[in-house]
């Protein structure tokens, strides 16, 4: 796994502002489906990336705009899209069986200090 870019509450935070924002333009255009799978998808990779998980942001990228091009452009989804989503469903199955569930003590404390530093940031602005 690579180096986060952020702090997980921080990843979460900016995850969670884009999903709203994706809500409020669907709201807007009333285009429910597919719309809904960029909507869930985008912020879930944009946490996946800060968090430096590089592979699994690629395959929820995959399989959520996948499934919106799939829809969206009329695709044959009857074999395409049962595709995507076993795809995404084993390779979240082998990464955490790979991996340990648990958080380190390290990562626990890569953590802290990296929200320590932010907020050290804020104070010298």
């Known amino acids: 796994m690579a180096h986060p870019l ?3 509450k921080r990843a979460k935070l900016l ?3 884009l999903f709203l924002i994706g809500l409020t333009i669907l709201i807007f255009t009333e285009a429910w489906w597919p719309g809904i799978m960029l909507a869930v998808g985008f912020p879930l990779a944009l946490r996946q ?3 430096g ?7 929820s990228l995959l399989v959520f705009v996948g499934t ?6 009329d695709i044959s989804w009857r074999i395409f899209l049962p595709a995507l989503l ?5 390779y979240i199955l082998v990464r955490e069986w790979s991996e340990s569930n648990s958080e380190t003590e390290e990562e626990k404390d ?3 200090q990296h929200e320590i530093e932010e907020e050290k940031d804020k104070k010298h602005q």
């Not at 998980?53 to 395959?59: G, H, I, L, P, Q």
């Not at 919106?68 to 452009?73: H, K, L, Q, S």
């Not at 076993?86 to 084993?90: E, K, R, S, W």
Request: aromatic share 16%; proline share 0%.
């Open 15 to 17: 995850s969670t502002v």
């Open 49 to 51: 990336f800060l968090m």
């Open 53 to 59: 998980r590089s592979y699994d942001m690629a395959v």
């Open 68 to 73: 919106y091009v799939t829809v969206a452009f």
């Open 86 to 90: 076993t795809l995404g469903a084993f």
């Open 110 to 112: 890569e953590d802290v």
């Open 6 to 8: 952020t702090s997980k």
